[in-house]
């Protein structure tokens, strides 16, 4: 069974730098495509990034575009978002989601994707 376990989410400074980790077990998750999505206190969970099984496939949500970077690692089981240049406004539980397929449409909408990780918290401020 895929459990998925996501790390790294800390207290940093406008402007700073944050890499999160998606450690998955008890499957290999190189045959998933792999989500991020992201919920702050009185909002819904928006979809952030989607990376295909192969990583030949990213897919970014405006509000991040430029500035986040997926990846993944599929001898490590892990896949990575790499944040640069963080405001405020990305301060949010951060979710990471596993899907055997995603649907174009779908590809960063937590309808698209049965699996997910427990959520590390990410705060960005002065």
């Known amino acids: 069974q895929l459990q998925l376990v996501e790390s790294g989410g800390i207290l940093v400074q406008p402007g700073g730098s944050l890499r999160l980790s998606c450690a998955a077990s008890?499957?290999?998750?190189?045959?998933?495509?792999i989500g991020w999505f992201r919920q702050a206190p009185g909002k819904e969970r928006e979809g952030v990034s989607f990376?295909?099984?192969?990583?030949?496939?990213?897919y970014y949500a405006d509000s991040v575009k430029g500035r986040f970077t997926i990846s993944r690692d599929n001898v490590k089981n892990t896949v990575y978002l790499q944040m640069d240049s963080l405001k405020p406004e990305d301060t949010a539980v951060y979710y990471c989601a596993a899907e055997p397929t995603v649907q174009h449409m779908y590809v960063l909408e937590k309808a698209g994707f049965a699996s997910w990780g427990q959520g590390t918290q990410v705060t960005v401020s002065s």
């Open positions: 008890g499957v290999a998750l190189d045959y998933y495509a």
């Open positions: 990376i295909g099984s192969s990583g030949g496939s990213t």
